[in-house]
């Protein structure tokens, strides 16, 4: 049975300001060029770094939220149990998970958009169709994805990136490592693809997270997103807060590993990988376990682990 996008979103009455001027717009040369960056934390994010990208984002700049989903007919709520508290005999409180559209000005006053909240376990393409309702509603040019992958590369070099976009001009200056292959879906995913085939442009970028940190947190990887959101939008994005955090976190996993003999001899071995594959490849960005860009089914293969071990951890 069809559904109307609406009835899957909510438009609030902050929302009105953008309606009503992108309603007022004769031309479509004439649209506000609206930034959509999606963040949607899913288990295709390693370290949680999209996430942590955009919560850092409505903890320092203005915003308000002017759309709602519902959570609770995209959510599987077995698979992501929300939190409740239990006091002494009874339940208090429940902590639904939400899927807001925020406003946010950059540090320029640029207006923006944030799609931010749980990844939708359930009716993908009705929620990208309302996301899609949202764009042609509000005046979104561009829609931007923020995420991060598992890669063997060490905590101790530079946040390296993927970047994919719907349009190869869009990301022109980004290197392309891959041939076709099949990895698992994501519904970010399948949003970019669906916004290109109606026309909009659509891109996003993936942090390499050292695959021993994928489970834990890298602030490193949060703050790389950020800088090449800015790069790729022109948005000015507040990032010393997790530039302090990041430092403080380098020092804190320096020192976890220099515990281990084991430990360290891995992260040594990846730096001389990494060493090696950036003075071979100048400008490349990507390294595998013997020094050269990892095939589509290696990356396919460290993808499928890393969803497992994310489905082994919800299980316990």
């Not at 004769?26 to 996430?51: C, I, K, M, T, W």
């Not at 995209?74 to 005999?89: C, E, K, N, Q, W």
């Not at 309702?133 to 509000?138: A, D, G, I, S, T």
């Not at 950020?226 to 022109?234: P, Y």
């Given at each position: 049975?069809?559904?109307?996008?609406?009835?899957?979103?909510?438009?609030?009455?902050?929302?009105?300001?953008?309606?009503?001027?992108?309603?007022?717009?004769?031309?479509?040369?004439?649209?506000?060029?609206?930034?959509?960056?999606?963040?949607?934390?899913?288990?295709?994010?390693?370290?949680?770094?999209?996430?942590?990208?955009?919560?850092?984002?409505?903890?320092?700049?203005?915003?308000?939220?002017?759309?709602?989903?519902?959570?609770?007919?995209?959510?599987?709520?077995?698979?992501?149990?929300?939190?409740?508290?239990?006091?002494?005999?009874?339940?208090?409180?429940?902590?639904?998970?939400?899927?807001?559209?925020?406003?946010?000005?950059?540090?320029?006053?640029?207006?923006?958009?944030?799609?931010?909240?749980?990844?939708?376990?359930?009716?993908?393409?009705?929620?990208?169709?309302?996301?899609?309702?949202?764009?042609?509603?509000?005046?979104?040019?561009?829609?931007?994805?923020?995420?991060?992958?598992?890669?063997?590369?060490?905590?101790?070099?530079?946040?390296?990136?993927?970047?994919?976009?719907?349009?190869?001009?869009?990301?022109?200056?980004?290197?392309?490592?891959?041939?076709?292959?099949?990895?698992?879906?994501?519904?970010?995913?399948?949003?970019?693809?669906?916004?290109?085939?109606?026309?909009?442009?659509?891109?996003?970028?993936?942090?390499?997270?050292?695959?021993?940190?994928?489970?834990?947190?890298?602030?490193?990887?949060?703050?790389?997103?950020?800088?090449?959101?800015?790069?790729?939008?022109?948005?000015?994005?507040?990032?010393?807060?997790?530039?302090?955090?990041?430092?403080?976190?380098?020092?804190?996993?320096?020192?976890?590993?220099?515990?281990?003999?084991?430990?360290?001899?891995?992260?040594?071995?990846?730096?001389?990988?990494?060493?090696?594959?950036?003075?071979?490849?100048?400008?490349?960005?990507?390294?595998?376990e013997v020094g050269e860009v990892p095939s589509?089914?290696?990356?396919?293969?460290?993808?499928?682990?890393?969803?497992?071990?994310?489905?082994?951890?919800?299980?316990?």
């Amino acid at each position: 049975m069809a559904h109307r996008p609406e009835e899957l979103v909510e438009l609030l009455p902050e929302a009105e300001p953008l309606l009503a001027r992108e309603a007022a717009v004769s031309e479509a040369g004439d649209r506000r060029g609206l930034v959509l960056v999606h963040d949607l934390a899913g288990e295709f994010d390693a370290a949680s770094a999209g996430a942590l990208a955009g919560a850092h984002l409505l903890s320092a700049l203005r915003h308000e939220v002017i759309a709602r989903f519902d959570a609770d007919s995209l959510v599987d709520y077995r698979a992501h149990r929300p939190r409740m508290t239990f006091h002494g005999d009874r339940y208090e409180s429940f902590t639904a998970p939400e899927i807001l559209l925020y406003a946010l000005e950059d540090d320029a006053g640029e207006p923006f958009l944030l799609l931010h909240g749980a990844e939708p376990d359930f009716a993908w393409e009705r929620f990208v169709a309302a996301v899609r309702w949202l764009v042609e509603r509000l005046g979104v040019t561009s829609v931007v994805s923020v995420q991060a992958i598992p890669m063997p590369v060490p905590h101790t070099r530079p946040v390296t990136v993927t970047a994919h976009a719907t349009r190869r001009q869009l990301i022109a200056e980004y290197p392309v490592y891959w041939g076709e292959m099949r990895i698992p879906g994501s519904v970010s995913a399948l949003l970019e693809l669906r916004m290109g085939e109606a026309g909009v442009d659509a891109l996003g970028v993936a942090a390499h997270v050292p695959h021993y940190l994928a489970q834990a947190t890298f602030p490193a990887a949060s703050l790389t997103l950020l800088e090449h959101l800015s790069r790729l939008t022109g948005l000015h994005l507040p990032t010393e807060e997790l530039r302090d955090a990041a430092e403080a976190h380098r020092t804190e996993v320096d020192e976890q590993i220099a515990r281990s003999p084991e430990n360290t001899a891995v992260v040594a071995a990846l730096e001389q990988q990494f060493d090696q594959f950036t003075a071979a490849r100048e400008g490349s960005e990507l390294l595998s376990e013997v020094g050269e860009v990892p095939s589509g089914e290696e990356l396919g293969a460290e993808l499928e682990r890393f969803l497992a071990e994310q489905e082994r951890r919800r299980g316990e």
